[in-house]
Every structure is written in C-alpha cells, then in structure tokens.
C-alpha cells in the first residue's frame, strides 16, 4: 500500500494549519504514523489521495449513517444550493426541521439550532445555569461534551489521546465550577451532591458514552440520575451528540427510557454538514432569547444548506425503521466476529456495543469507566490500528474512541473486517 500523496500532503499541511489538521485526532498522534488525506467517500468506502480504498468505521465520527455520498442527501443539498447558500432570515425549512425533531426524539418542547455539538453543549450549560441561578455543574470523567472552556476537564476522547491533563487557557475561575466524578458511579455523584447541595445547576452526561471507547451505562445508572436531579431540582442534560438519531430515531432517550430535560445534538443530525442543536422542556427552553434572557446566536445556525442535508438524513431514518434494526444487526456480527478472533489469537479484550457503536479494548476487565479504559493496553491497540489499516480497514486512531457503523457496510465488508482483525491480532502478536 503506498500513501506516498498522503504524506507529502502532510508535510505540505504542516506549515499552514497547526500539526497538519483542522482537529486533533485526526494527527494519528497516538497511533502513530502519517494521517490520510481523504479525496472522496462512497457508501462504506473512503479512498485517500493514493486511491488505496478503506471500509469505513468512523463514518465521520458519527454523522455518515446511510453511508457516503447518500444519493438523496446529495441530490437535496445539490438542489437546495441553487437558492442561495445562506440568507441570516428564518425559513420554512427550519420549521420543517424543527417538528422534525419534535416528532423524533423524546422530550423536545422547543429545538434550537446551532452549528456543533460544541456550540449545543456549551448553549444548554448556559441555559442550565441561567435557569437554575446556580453555577456548578457535573460531569464524568471520560466524557467528551465539545471544547467549551467548562467542559475541557477530564474530557477523554482527543484529550486522552493526546495525554492531555490540564488545558492552558482554561481559567481556575471556570474550572472550578466543573465538578467531575466516575462514570457509572452513583456514590460519588451523590457525594458531590451533597457536598455542593443548593449550587449545581446541571448534570450532563453521554447517556452512552462513546469518547473513551463505547462504554454502557450500567443499568439503573441513568435512572438514578434522573431521580437525584428531580429531587436536588438540577436540570439533566443528555450530550445525544453521538446517541441522537443513531441508537434509534428518539436516541438514548428512547432506546434507555430515560427522559432528559435538555438534550444536545450533533453529528447525525447534519448529515455531513456542521449542525448541531440543543432543545428540552419548555419551561427552560423559554428561558432562550429571544423569549427569555439567556442569550444564545449564530450567524449561519439554521444554514439552509445544512438544514436540509440535516432534514433529508432525519426523514429517511424516520421513515425507514427498519434502518436501526440493520445496523444493530451488522454491529452484532461484527462484534461476535471481533471477540471471536481475540479468543482464538488468545487476545484478552472486551467488546462494547450498543446499536451502531462499538469498541474493542484489549483488556482483561470489564471497561465501564474512563480508568478502565484508560488501563486497557492501548499500545496493542496502535497497532492494531496500523495492521487494520495496512489491510484496508479504516478504524479510529485512537483506543478512547466509539466505532460507528454505517449503513452502507454489507455483509461481505465486515467479513473482511473480521479476517482482517484475525490476521492483525496474530501479527501484532496480540495473545503473547
Ligand atoms: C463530538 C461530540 C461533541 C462535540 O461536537 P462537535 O460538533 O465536534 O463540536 C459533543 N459531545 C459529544 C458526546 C460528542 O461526541
């Protein structure tokens, strides 16, 4: 396989954009080695700038559900950008959108837009503490919630890739305010509870959690949740940025039955293009401006370019149930065919799944929270990464990130993907 192009393409990059990349984790920084340059996308195949052709397991970290170049979605955006690219006026897309999304996911009352899962979760903490009048909030340690400054702290995902403790530039004054505790442990959320009664406006949380590898909430988790924050009066914010539109059409909420008060989207829910949106009750989504005084704005929120890429993905999920049951189909034949081969190359590993997320940790205890996962021997996992990639599988380069399946993968491909893990685990030497 040469990457030759690729390479000189990052040598090229790297005197222009900082370390040759728009986002971090794209550097292949803990893996290793020289990141592709994609050129084009098709269904489940990616194809770099050497025309090498990879199946696809990052799906753009989320949004590629129905697979690249989706006729549909192209066609809408193609027809769509004749209109114009952007106005800064309401349209009647929006609206569209909007009781789409209504009709989706549980629990929004109100939806607004923005154009990150950044700007949703960084919008709904404000709106938390606006509404409640209180400061602090908690969050899990491995928990990826954008890159605001109040949630850059025990932040997994690119930051634990990058070993990244503390960040410059975050102020004491923020960071104190962001209290974090264990995922999947209650004692110690209720210890902060108790600690800080009265001050904290918001719990925010991956309902699944998928910036530390794809970890399950254990059961009741949520639930507990939910009934610490009815009692303590804290809004429950559910990050849906991953889960939205992916682990079913109303997401966490739906596939856990477990109600939010403000939930955030992301990924899915642009189809390909920067969107993002934040919505929940109406008693504290009215606290938004214009209707109340917790400002919130964007200039291209609402995009019509975005919004309809967004709308025409939402609408074939929503109309195509049977979409969901596909994937979790797929994810479960590759997950048996993934710890099938860790067991016969003696590799100890534990396979998360739920839905279309999934991750592979070479460990020999359960990975349930963001030191367990960090306790996997993610060396093998580099080169697991490397070997996949030399046999044209594209995984996340990193072990403290969520696989997401696309649509477009078929039967044959993760075939491929399981003789390709087989052949990699006993080249690396995994079970020595
Ligand atoms: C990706 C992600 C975000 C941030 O979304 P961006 O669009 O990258 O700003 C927030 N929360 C979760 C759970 C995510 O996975």
């Not at 222009?16 to 728009?22: L, Q």
């Not at 400061?135 to 930051?159: M, P």
């Not at 998928?210 to 009066?233: F, V, W």
């Amino acid at each position: 396989m040469y990457t030759e192009k690729s390479q000189s393409l990052f040598e090229r990059a790297g005197h222009c954009i900082p370390g040759g990349v728009n986002s971090p984790v794209r550097a292949f920084k803990s893996v290793g080695g020289t990141p592709l340059f994609i050129k084009k996308a098709k269904g489940a195949y990616l194809y770099d700038a050497d025309n090498n052709a990879y199946i696809d397991y990052i799906a753009s970290w989320g949004p590629m559900i129905l697979g690249h170049a989706h006729g549909p979605v192209i066609e809408a955006i193609r027809e769509k950008a004749l209109e114009s690219t952007s106005y800064g006026a309401p349209t009647e897309l929006e609206i569209d959108m909007a009781e789409l999304i209504q009709d989706m996911a549980p629990n929004v009352d109100l939806v607004r837009m923005v154009s990150s899962g950044t700007e949703a979760c960084m919008s709904a903490l404000r709106l938390a503490r606006g509404y409640t009048g209180r400061n602090k909030f908690i969050k899990f340690e491995g928990c990826y919630h954008g890159h605001a400054d109040a949630f850059l702290v025990k932040a997994g995902s690119g930051l634990a890739t990058l070993d990244i403790q503390t960040v410059p530039g975050i102020t004491g004054g923020v960071s104190q305010d962001t209290l974090t505790c264990p995922y999947n442990d209650l004692a110690a959320v209720e210890g902060l509870l108790e600690a800080h009664r009265g001050e904290i406006a918001a719990i925010i949380i991956e309902p699944v959690a998928g910036n530390m590898g794809c970890i399950l909430p254990a059961p009741g988790y949520l639930e507990s949740l939910r009934h610490l924050c009815i009692r303590e009066g804290i809004v429950l914010i559910f990050d849906e940025v991953m889960t939205g539109f992916r682990l079913s059409a109303g997401g966490a909420q739906q596939t856990l039955g477990v109600d939010a008060d403000l939930v955030t989207f992301g990924k899915v829910i642009g189809g390909g293009l920067p969107v993002g949106a934040f919505g929940g009750k109406k008693e504290i989504m009215k606290h938004i401006a214009p209707l109340g005084n917790v400002y919130q704005a964007g200039t291209l929120s609402g995009n019509p370019i975005a919004m309809i890429a967004g709308y025409t993905t939402l609408k074939i999920l929503q109309d195509n149930p049977d979409i969901y049951h596909e994937l979790e189909t797929k994810t479960l034949y590759l997950r048996d065919g993934l710890r099938h081969a860790c067991r016969q190359s003696g590799t100890p590993a534990v396979v998360n799944q739920l839905g279309s997320m999934i991750s592979l940790h070479f460990s020999e205890q359960p990975v349930t929270n963001f030191s367990s996962a960090a306790a996997s021997r993610n060396d093998l996992f580099n080169r697991f990464f490397h070997a996949m990639l030399r046999r044209g599988i594209y995984l996340p380069p990193s072990a403290f990130e969520s696989w997401f399946l696309n649509n477009a993968l078929t039967r044959e491909d993760l075939d491929r993907t399981i003789g390709a893990a087989t052949e990699s685990l006993l080249e690396i030497g995994a079970g020595n």
